[in-house]
């Protein structure tokens, strides 16, 4: 089946620092790529749709010079939160589906951030 | 935007027992419906799906319904047993390949 890594699967950083976080395909190419987030005991919110070529499409509320998104290629996509406070704190996901056909998503193993 | 409700937010059953939890969705252009089980810590792990052509799907000892002109879905896991003591979520989409929008969850916990 298909494959969506993600790394690193936690980093811990300090306040006003920047951290990137990446989402391969490793066995098909995807034109788009969907980033998650998710509070303790919450759900899966979707923050931004990241395009192959172009501008990532940001949710409302989501602040898209504080989450920049990078997808230069058809299997890479990476978020990297910039000027990181302890509200950040949370676990990312990403996911992904083959361009040639629509089947489920496919998600990384997701990554915790502690901003201290 | 579509929108997902989730019920009930925590179950608890005995071992053996079936578990329902149900969902509903707002958008009538969705035509994609997965069940998640997420361990703590995990990814979310598809357990089962569904698409808008068919009105129930069974895998074993988990099934999933689908009522299009009600706007709701249900998942059915019968004979449970400790190790499907999870969250449980469901989601709905316009297909596979887009964006998934979850229901709040359902903590179930399987007693022995």
């Known amino acids: 089946g298909a494959v969506v890594s993600q790394h690193p699967s936690w980093v811990i950083c300090k306040s006003g620092t920047s951290v990137k976080i990446e989402c391969r395909s490793l066995?098909?190419?995807?034109?788009?790529m969907f980033w998650y987030r998710q509070f303790p005991k919450q759900s899966l919110m979707l923050m931004a749709t990241?395009?192959?070529?172009?501008?990532?499409?940001?949710e409302q509320g989501v602040e898209k010079d504080k989450f920049l998104i990078n997808h230069a290629s058809l299997t890479l996509s990476t978020l990297t939160v910039t000027s990181a406070h302890p509200e950040d704190s949370s676990f990312y996901i990403c996911?992904?589906?083959?361009?040639?056909?629509?089947?489920?998503?496919?998600f990384g193993q997701g990554t915790r951030l502690t901003v201290v | 935007g579509e929108n997902v409700e989730q019920h009930p937010s925590t179950l608890s059953v005995q071992e053996g027992d079936s578990a329902v939890i149900k969902c509903t969705y707002s958008?009538?252009?969705?035509?994609?419906f997965p069940w998640y089980k997420q361990e703590l810590g995990k990814r979310p792990q598809l357990i089962i799906d569904i698409r808008s052509n068919v009105g129930e799907k069974k895998d074993q000892r988990i099934a999933v319904t689908l009522n299009k002109t009600a706007k709701h879905f249900s998942l059915h896991i019968t004979e449970t047993q400790p190790e499907d003591s999870a969250v449980y979520f469901c989601a709905a989409a316009l297909s596979g390949n887009t964006p998934l929008v979850f229901g709040k969850g359902t903590r179930l916990s399987v007693i022995a």
């Open positions: 996911s992904a589906s083959p361009d040639s056909v629509s089947t489920e998503a496919f």
């Open positions: 990241s395009n192959e070529g172009s501008k990532a499409t940001y």
């Open positions: 958008d009538s252009a969705s035509n994609y």
């Open positions: 066995d098909f190419q995807a034109t788009t």
